[in-house]
């Protein structure tokens, strides 16, 4: 195989991301830490299957339904092979998906990791896995081809992740608010700067304490990728200082809690990339943190491929959101419906609960009915393609190419 044949020549660091959650922004912060210090290559898009890691690995994008596209990236990776490429990275970093059991293993025969990042182990997937525990299995395997000068970088707060510390063979470092970790996040609040909704924290290590502030960037989530990136830092032997200054150049991924304006001066997060129960937990607390003077607002598509469990998924996400202050819910499609019953159920008021079968439908309903203050939270899963709701409801739909996570129409 080709990209296995390149990792072999050139040899980089390889360092593979996996979790149920948060894999892309922690990709993302940990190549904002290390770009300047080596050469780095991270997957793009969402390449993190037996595809895109082998595509990332030569980097090619994919050829599609072209049978001269795909001739045209052998013919690449032969050409590393046979001629010295001196500017292949030195450091790869690789999100490692899994969407049925042995994808983890079938990744790391490919790119085993010397770096091992496991953010979180939660419900997604169940469809293939069946259960949460065959899920964390899965998951672990990562850190199966970890040497003794290997890391396994591990989310502190995930107890899950945690207990794994005695299953490998590698160095541990650990992340997350509880005190034992090597990198502690503190103090984890969403604030407006100069009129800019962030996340600010504090992250402490290595006897220092440094105050971080993330503009235009949404939730605890960010905070744990900022912290997973620091201790894959650590791993690399950088000191902290060059540490806090890298993490100027991070900026999240399209589609994960990204604010943008919206219509009516309202404002939107966009977290339209994908949607699980855990993820969903998450940045509905974030917007029950946020003080607006508007409404706050949640659009909510379904959340795809949770098997047996996704009726009784979906109602407890409908009490989650039940539950918080959130003044009017959307929910967009079948599975959606078990959301507004699980809300019904929990004392949400039926006149503030809006179903539609369609993203564009519920974009257009809400074009009127936003006022100005209005925080819109917008999430679903990949294939409901909730972005169409952020298009409809964003107050410059003709830079939607260059934020949404998508295509529209």
């Known amino acids: 195989m080709l990209s296995i044949a390149v990792i072999k020549k050139y040899q ?22 290390i770009k300047k210090n080596w050469r780095v290559r991270r997957s793009i898009k969402n390449y993190n299957n037996e595809i895109g890691v082998p595509l990332t690995i030569l980097n090619q994008d994919t050829g599609g339904k072209s049978i001269v596209a795909w001739i045209k990236i052998v013919i690449a990776g032969l050409k590393l092979l046979v001629f010295k490429n001196k500017k292949y990275p030195q450091i790869l970093v690789l999100e490692m998906g899994a ?3 042995g994808d983890i293993k079938y990744l790391t025969s490919i790119a085993p990791p010397d770096i091992s990042v496991l953010i979180a ?27 003794k000068k290997g890391f396994a970088i591990l989310n502190n707060d995930d107890k899950r992740v945690a207990a794994l510390a005695e299953q490998t063979k590698g160095n541990v470092l650990t992340y997350g608010k509880s005190e034992d970790s090597d990198i502690q996040i503190d103090n ?5 700067q100069k009129h800019i909704y962030g996340t600010s924290f504090d992250l402490n290590f290595e006897g220092g304490t440094w105050p971080v502030f993330l503009p235009q960037v949404l939730g605890k989530q960010h905070a744990l ?36 304006l919206g219509i009516k001066n309202s404002l939107v997060i966009d977290d ?22 508007g409404s706050k607002i949640i659009v909510f598509g379904d959340m795809l491929e949770l098997g047996a469990s996704t009726e009784e998924q979906h109602q407890k996400i409908g009490k989650y959101i039940a539950d918080t202050d959130v003044d009017y819910l959307f929910v ?9 019953r699980g809300a019904i159920k929990a004392g949400m008021s039926e006149d503030k609960i809006y179903h539609f079968p369609s993203t564009t439908q519920a974009g257009l309903f809400l074009q009127d009915r936003i006022k100005e203050g209005d925080v819109i939270l917008v999430k679903g899963s990949r294939g409901m393609k909730m972005e169409q709701v952020v298009y409809e409801i964003m107050a410059r739909p003709w830079e939607a190419d260059d934020f949404l996570v998508g295509p529209v129409r």
């Open 12 to 33: 980089p660091k390889i360092i593979g991301i996996t979790g149920s959650v948060g894999k892309t922004s922690s990709k993302e912060a940990i190549f904002s830490v």
């Open 99 to 101: 969407d049925k059991p």
């Open 121 to 147: 182990i939660g419900r997604s997937h169940l469809q293939n896995f069946g259960k949460i525990e065959e899920t964390a299995k899965e998951k672990a395997s990562i850190l199966t081809p970890l040497t």
């Open 188 to 192: 984890i609040k969403i604030i407006k």
């Open 225 to 260: 990728a900022i912290a997973s990136a620091c201790t894959v830092g650590l791993a690399l032997g950088m000191d902290p200082e060059s540490i806090i200054k890298n993490l100027a150049h991070y900026q999240a991924a399209r589609g994960r809690t990204n604010v943008l």
């Open 272 to 293: 339209s990339y994908n949607s699980s129960p855990m993820s969903s937990k998450m940045v509905i607390d974030t917007l029950a943190e946020m003080k607006t003077e």
């Open 332 to 340: 967009v499609g079948e599975r959606a419906r078990d959301v507004r």
